[in-house]
């Protein structure tokens, strides 16, 4: 399952490490953040509650980037 | 601007105030007002202004003045630093900034961390502007968005949200409005713009029973539209979602310079830290004055030089300035990896119809017999091809420009293998081929070698013959002559036509190699075997109308779609879909490619160049905190305005 949020975020390497936190959340299998459109594509682990996966994530950027928000 | 930025616009314009009011005070100060006030203080003894500083202005003033624009300018840095800290995140350009500027002032270059605080914030302000500005370029092509519907209701007109429309509804559409949803004309005409799907500015003219795509500005006329997709498979949304999505794909070098950040930024700071430290402690070993002021500043200026920002910005904006740039032209990337991968195209493989040639039959030349002319001739071969749904008396009808008279024609009658015979205006009329002329008894003709040939023969008595064939489509030469001029080694053209009409069309065009007679599977394997004699760097490209090549254009390293408006199937199988059926734009395709790409590399060698050369300056105390200011915001900035310039790639010279 794949899908698409947008994002918000100041700087390019913030994104970047955005993405990269992303990627490593559990249930997550790939994700992909373009900072030119804010958004950020999602592929889900089979069976993963996206809505959770997602709490986490945006609690992992956190850790990052203080200054972004994911909308879901 | 939003109102993030316009904030940080009044922060700066506050900070520029607030400093030149302080160095104007002190300048003056110093230039007399400070005397002027100890002679004041010694004639009247009242004070107002205590003669305590001493004829220069003392730093402690400067230390708490310069604090007030400092804190304006970067409070929000400094809190981002502290809290990264927190959170483990160390080193991120907040930061840098941070450490740079505190340990500016604890130098007491008061006024240096203020500037270094103000121009990376102007840096940051500018870079965002930046960003918004193309993104807005880019989104433009968004606009295509249609926010509603019109919709009949009780013999209402009604504005719905567009998805709620269902297959098989009746919309209106009025001049000015954009077509919605995909559908057929019901009633009404009018012409359509299409230049923000196509990049055409030509009006399309469209009237009952034509099919319409959502995305269109309907021009001048109220078209009534029977709906034949639902919104989200319309194509306004495909091409929409397509867009959106064209930057997740990643290329190379971005993904290059999101490494090269990740080692880079934790290097240079330990680097800082040595150089703040061991330079001095090995002075101290060496029994000489360890100088620690000296290399602390060098090290922070190594510091604010460092910011990897303008390389991690420029390389993502500069391809999607150059997807922006292309879908303003009609030509929609799917990733910054096939734009990557496109610059790298050094085979280009075409298929014939459809692609170079217009894939539909026109009458090319008519040679009649002296007894008629060339208007006479094509009447009656329209007229008695003009039950036939034929290409080839579809083409002659197309050519015999005025109105048929089909009471004038009788007594049709098809000859499988042959041609027609009808009787036309009272004459009986033969049209076919040669076959057909031997069949009634003309033997003395001469045959002909281009492409179709329609003989006619009137009251049984040879009247000439009309040349039929696929037309090359105009802009066909001039797009093999620009994909060769920008660096493209062979053209190669794929077709299932016979060896004779191939090699005409080729040889008119220039292409290098010729395979004919082909089968669909043959293609996937020709280009299989062109796939296998390559260099690995060396790209192909195969450039298809999508609508039997889908295999091909997957198999192909970048496979482009063209003439692709309404056609979902070719959206989906190519990386490159031009949106109209105008070859040249696959030159101009590559050509963006090349520019952007060209952009890329001047940008990552200018940016690590700059920075580098600066580093080794901080490093040996050449480079001042100016000089480092310029290598981080001055690069971004240059950067930034470099890659926008993609955007603006066009097809002149």
């Known amino acids: 399952m794949t899908k698409t949020y947008d994002v918000e975020v100041d700087c390019a390497n913030c994104a970047a490490k955005m993405e990269e936190a992303i990627k490593k959340t559990e249930g997550v299998k790939d994700a992909s953040l373009s900072f030119m459109t804010l958004k950020l594509k999602v592929e889900f682990e089979e069976g993963a509650d996206e809505k959770k996966v997602m709490k986490k994530a945006l609690k992992n950027c956190k850790k990052v980037e203080d200054d972004c928000d994911i909308i879901f | 601007m939003n109102r993030k930025q316009k ?50 202005w003392p730093w402690q003033l400067n230390l708490v003045l310069y604090i007030i624009p400092y804190i304006v300018i970067g409070y929000d840095i400094i809190k981002k630093a502290v809290k990264g800290i927190f959170r483990g995140q160390v080193f991120d350009e907040n930061f840098l900034m941070a450490v740079a500027t505190v340990g500016a002032i ?20 500018f870079q965002s502007v930046a960003i918004g500005k193309s993104r807005k370029n880019i989104t433009a092509l968004m606009d295509i968005r249609p926010d509603y519907a019109n919709v009949i209701k009780d013999g209402k007109i009604e504005k719905v949200d567009p998805d ?25 005409n009018t012409s359509l713009n299409t230049s923000a799907l196509t990049g055409e500015s030509m009006p399309r003219e469209a009237s009952v029973g034509d099919e319409v ?35 997740m794909k990643k290329s190379k070098s971005e993904n290059f310079i999101t490494k090269f ?12 830290l040595a150089l703040a430290i061991i330079p001095p402690v090995i002075n101290m070993l060496m029994g000489n004055n360890a100088d620690f002021g000296t290399w602390i500043t060098r090290a922070l200026t190594f510091l604010v030089i460092s910011c990897p920002c303008a390389l991690v910005i420029s390389i993502p904006l500069s391809f999607f ?3 922006g740039c292309a879908s303003k032209n009609g030509i929609l990337v799917k990733g910054s990896n096939y734009l990557e991968a496109l610059s790298n195209a050094k085979y280009v493989v075409f ?168 089968l669909p599977a043959d293609k996937v394997s020709e280009v299989e075997a062109l796939l296998e004699e390559k260099e690995e760097k060396e790209k192909l490209a195969f450039v298809g109308d999508g609508i039997n090549d889908a295999p091909v254009l997957s198999r192909a390293d970048i496979g482009i779609a063209m003439g692709a408006l309404g056609s979902d199937a070719a959206i989906e199988a190519a990386d490159i879909v031009l949106m109209d059926d105008d070859p040249e734009k696959i ?29 080794i300056l901080g490093a040996i105390g050449i480079a001042n905190m100016w000089i480092a200011i310029f290598a981080d915001v001055g690069v971004m900035v240059v950067a930034v305005l470099n890659a926008i310039r993609a955007l603006s790639i066009n097809n002149k010279k």
């Open chain 2, 7 to 56: 904030k940080v616009l009044i922060r700066i314009i506050v900070t520029v105030v607030l400093m030149a009011v302080i160095i104007g005070i002190s300048k003056l100060y110093e230039a007399g007002f400070a005397n002027a006030i100890k002679d004041f203080d010694e004639t009247y003894s009242i004070y107002p202004f205590p003669y305590m500083f001493g004829p220069t």
């Open chain 2, 106 to 125: 604890c130098l007491g270059d008061f006024k240096e961390s203020v500037a270094v605080m103000l121009f990376y914030q102007i840096g940051e302000l």
């Open chain 2, 164 to 188: 709620s429309v269902g297959i098989g509804t009746t919309i209106i559409v009025n001049p000015g409005e954009k077509v919605p949803i995909d559908g057929i004309i019901t009633e009404g």
């Open chain 2, 213 to 247: 795509i959502s995305g269109c500005i309907n021009i001048n006329g109220v078209i009534k539209i029977n709906t034949t997709k639902s919104f989200g498979e319309s194509t306004v949304s495909k091409i929409l979602d397509l867009v959106e999505n064209s930057s």
């Open chain 2, 261 to 272: 950040a990740k080692y880079y930024t934790p290097i240079v700071c330990y680097s800082a």
């Open chain 2, 321 to 323: 300035s150059g997807i």
């Open chain 2, 351 to 518: 298929d014939k119809t459809g692609t170079l040639t217009k894939g539909v039959f026109e009458v090319t030349g008519i040679y009649p017999e002296s007894d008629y002319d060339d208007d006479k001739l094509l009447y009656y071969a329209a007229h008695a091809e003009s039950a036939s749904n034929h290409p080839i008396s579809m083409g002659l009808k197309q050519a015999y420009s005025k109105e048929l008279m089909l009471e004038d024609v009788k007594n049709i009658e098809e000859i499988a293998g042959h041609g027609v015979c009808a009787e036309v205006n009272g004459s009986k009329v033969h049209a076919g081929n040669m076959k057909l002329m031997h069949k009634i008894g003309i033997d003395n003709i001469t045959g002909h070698d281009e492409g179709t040939v329609v003989y006619i023969a009137i009251d049984g008595k040879y009247a000439g013959f009309i040349t039929i064939s696929d037309v090359v489509k105009p802009t066909s030469k001039k797009a093999i002559v620009g994909l060769k001029k920008n660096g493209i080694k062979k053209t190669i053209m794929l077709t299932g036509d016979s060896q004779k009409t191939a090699h005409k069309v080729a040889g008119e065009l220039d292409v290098d190699i010729v395979k004919s007679e082909l």
């Open chain 2, 587 to 615: 030159a101009l395709a590559i050509k963006i490619s090349n520019k952007t790409l060209k952009i890329v590399k001047q940008n990552i060698v200018f940016a690590i160049a700059v920075k580098f050369i600066c580093l």
